[in-house]
C-alpha cells in the first residue's frame, strides 16, 4: 500500500445519516485531493487542497463537505446523501507545482453505499 | 468532456503476450500519466512522460507520447496474470491548476494464464 491510508474502507448509511471519511499521508505532500469513481464513469475530481487552502470544487453538490486541518489530513463530511451518491471515494496526494513532481499517490479508498 | 479517452476498453491476452494500450486526449498538455488500479484499490502511479518526451521505459512498461497526434500508447511486455487490472492515462493540462489531473475511463486488461 502506498503513503496515503483512508478510513473506513466501507461504509453504508442511510439518507438522514451524518459520516465522515478521513484521509491521511504520511508523504510529506502539500496538495490533497477527493475524487468519486462510480461504475463505468471516468474518475471524478471533487475537490483539491494546496497547504490547507481549497483550490478546486469541482461543482461538488454542498451535501459533501470538506476540511483540510493540515497538510496531512483531509476530511469529507457528508450529510443527506442520495443513492447516486454511492460509489468508492478516493484520496489523494501530491507535491505542489511549485515543488516539483507531479504524480499523485491514491489511498485504498472508501467503499460508500447510500441505502 | 473528459480529456483522456483509452481505447480499448476492454483487453483480454495470454500470459506472455504483449499488451498495449492507446489514450487520445484534446487540448495540450504538461504531462501525461498511466495509472493501474486492482479491482476496488486505489490507483497506483506507473509512468509520467512529459510533453517534451517521446518514449519512457520502466521494467516492463513502455509509454510514448505523440503530441501532434495528441495520444499516448502503454505497452507492456511479457505479461503476467498479476498485471491484471484497469489501466487509466491521466492529463495534467496546461489549463489546468494545482496538478489538475483529468483521467480516462480506463481499459480493463485480463492476463489468462
Known amino acids: 500500500e502506498t503513503g496515503v491510508t483512508q478510513t473506513p474502507r466501507h461504509l453504508v448509511m442511510g439518507m438522514t445519516n451524518k459520516k465522515s471519511l478521513k484521509c491521511e499521508q504520511h508523504l510529506g505532500h502539500n496538495a490533497m485531493y477527493w475524487y468519486k469513481q462510480s461504475a463505468k464513469k471516468p474518475l471524478e475530481l471533487m475537490f483539491v487542497y494546496n497547504f490547507k487552502e481549497q483550490t478546486e470544487n469541482n461543482s461538488v453538490p454542498s451535501r459533501f463537505s470538506p476540511e483540510c486541518p493540515n497538510s496531512s489530513h483531509l476530511f469529507l463530511h457528508l450529510h443527506t446523501l442520495q443513492p447516486e451518491d454511492s460509489a468508492l471515494y478516493l484520496c489523494?496526494?501530491?507535491?505542489?507545482?511549485?515543488?516539483?513532481?507531479?504524480?499523485?499517490?491514491f489511498g485504498p479508498g472508501t467503499r460508500l453505499t447510500v441505502t | 468532456s473528459q480529456q483522456g479517452e483509452e481505447d480499448p476498453q476492454a483487453l483480454s491476452i495470454q500470459e506472455g503476450e504483449n499488451a498495449t494500450m492507446n489514450c487520445s486526449y484534446k487540448?495540450?498538455?504538461?504531462?501525461l500519466q498511466w495509472y493501474r488500479q486492482n479491482s476496488g484499490r486505489g490507483l497506483v502511479h506507473l509512468i509520467l512522460i512529459r510533453s517534451n518526451e517521446r518514449e519512457k521505459h520502466s521494467g516492463r512498461l513502455r509509454v510514448t507520447l505523440d503530441t501532434s497526434k495528441k495520444s499516448s500508447s502503454l505497452l507492456i511486455t511479457a505479461s503476467r496474470a498479476a498485471d491484471t487490472a484497469s489501466y487509466f492515462c491521466?492529463?495534467?493540462?496546461?489549463?489546468?491548476?494545482?496538478?489538475?489531473?483529468?483521467f480516462g475511463a480506463g481499459t480493463r486488461l485480463a492476463v489468462h494464464p
Open positions: 487540448t495540450s498538455i504538461n504531462n
Open positions: 489523494a496526494s501530491s507535491h505542489s507545482p511549485g515543488q516539483g513532481g507531479y504524480e499523485q499517490y
Open positions: 491521466a492529463t495534467d493540462g496546461i489549463s489546468g491548476g494545482y496538478n489538475k489531473l483529468i
